[in-house]
């Protein structure tokens, strides 16, 4: 028979050990844990249009809520890219028990080599250090027309075509696209 006090140890060791993953995790693949709000979710969602049979890129997908909820609750299919591989196989365990696991696919790599050029919906909540890469990376992979969304950080060289809260709303410029206004570079003073 195991000790009450032994197993409460072990219990408080492995939440110790998880929450110190959770810390370095951000540290070794670069991104910190910060969950996305169920408001945020519905507001990306709204804003881009997410209906039944769309496929909806999520970079950075942590623990896969945001690709739970767009499976669910639009019966989207979602794709995520997510380096940590704990992170990864956590969230095909949740969308497997979530009864979304038709919908749900997480590849494992950098968010930066994702391959864009198909891509039509995509939504991010990222680290503010990366949002000038990840700018390019969309102007230059993504087709004109395509709808990104972001929670809380902005685009520096782009303005939101609409925001609802700290969620943000990019329509890829094209050549004809004038929905999306980039922002003038800053002009030194004489």
């Not at 000790?3 to 140890?9: F, G, K, N, T, W």
């Not at 890829?172 to 696209?177: H, I, Q």
Request: without cysteine; glycine residues 8%.
């Amino acid at each position: 028979m195991v000790a009450p006090q032994l197993v409460a140890a072990a219990f408080l060791y492995a939440l110790a050990a998880f929450m110190v993953y959770l810390f370095l995790s951000g540290l070794i693949w670069g991104a910190g844990y910060s969950p996305t709000s169920r408001r945020q979710l519905e507001a990306a969602a709204s804003l881009l249009q997410l209906k039944e049979g769309d496929t909806v890129y999520d970079l950075g997908s942590g623990f896969g809520r945001a690709l739970i909820f767009f499976a669910k609750e639009r019966r989207a299919s979602a794709i995520g890219f997510e380096i940590d591989p704990l992170r990864r196989l956590i969230t095909l365990w949740n969308s497997k028990r979530q009864g979304v696991s038709s919908h749900v696919t997480v590849l494992r790599g950098n968010l930066l080599k994702a391959d864009l050029k198909n891509a039509s919906k995509v939504f991010f909540f990222l680290s503010p250090l990366i949002m000038r890469r990840l700018q390019e990376k969309v102007a230059g992979e993504m087709p004109p027309g395509a709808l990104v969304v972001s929670v809380e950080h902005l685009f520096p060289d782009w303005k939101p075509v609409e925001s609802v809260g700290d969620v943000h709303l990019y329509v890829v410029p094209g050549a004809a696209d004038s929905r999306i206004r980039i922002l003038e570079p800053s002009r030194k003073l004489a």
